[in-house]
């Protein structure tokens, strides 16, 4: 998918007083709970795109701090233009523009109690397999940032990439807690359910839901 170039983008993110940049002199890691002012757990979305996904979880749920991760500054933006025009915004959100690659950066060790990755680049050629959010590779780095408890779940449309999320998770030394190839015709795992942008435009397609739900 073409992304459309935001003008000023960049600019409107880094004077933003709830957004992080991965390039910032002073890393935030370890001082999240000094930067929510609470010690809640925190919960983050790797991919977040315009947010109405972890925005949604951040009014749901005021005893979680929320922390959204994204790419691209012409997506984010998005996101923090909903996010201003809310009459009473949630105050337990944060956003960071960085690549996923670099998350250790962000965050010391067990300080996430969650992780979201909602409908994730598949990266289809296998040359670029490494690259998706749910590869060995990342699972590692999120083995570092989440608490030993911890949970990750993730949601796609892309059977084969569902296929190869489920395959990665044993040889990284995570376990399947559950898991969907209907999340909207399976009870349990839909209860309760927020769906993103990408998720009500495919079901409206047709397109099942995958889910799973994964432990170390």
């Known amino acids: ?28 890691a ?14 983050i979305e790797v991919g977040m ?7 949604t979880l951040a009014m749901q749920n005021p005893a979680v701090n929320y922390i959204g991760i994204e790419k691209y500054s012409s997506v984010l933006v998005r996101a923090l233009e909903k996010l201003d025009a809310m009459e009473t915004p949630p105050s337990n959100i944060r956003f960071i523009r960085m690549d996923a690659e670099n998350i250790c950066s962000m965050f010391a060790r067990h300080e996430v109690s ?24 990342f699972l590692k780095r999120y083995d570092q ?8 779940e993730f949601k796609t449309d892309n059977q084969d990439l569902f296929r190869f999320s489920l395959e990665q998770a044993e040889p990284a030394g995570w376990k ?20 993103t942008e990408y998720e009500q435009k495919f079901s409206a397609q047709g397109n ?6 994964l432990s170390r």
């Open 1 to 28: 998918m073409r992304l459309r170039n935001v003008p000023g983008s960049r600019e409107v993110i880094a004077a933003h007083p709830l957004c992080f940049l991965e390039e910032d002199p002073q890393s935030p």
């Open 30 to 43: 370890g001082r999240w709970a000094e930067i929510f002012g609470s010690d809640h757990p925190i919960h």
């Open 49 to 55: 795109g315009k947010g109405q996904f972890i925005t």
């Open 114 to 137: 969650r992780i979201y990755l909602n409908f994730s680049d598949p990266w289809p050629k296998d040359r670029h397999a490494k690259r998706r959010l749910t590869s060995q590779q």
């Open 145 to 152: 940032i989440l608490v030993p408890d911890g949970q990750l």
């Open 176 to 195: 399947r807690i559950a898991s969907t190839w209907d999340l909207h015709h399976d009870e349990i795992l839909n209860a309760g359910n927020i769906m």
């Open 208 to 213: 099942p839901i995958c889910k799973m739900i």
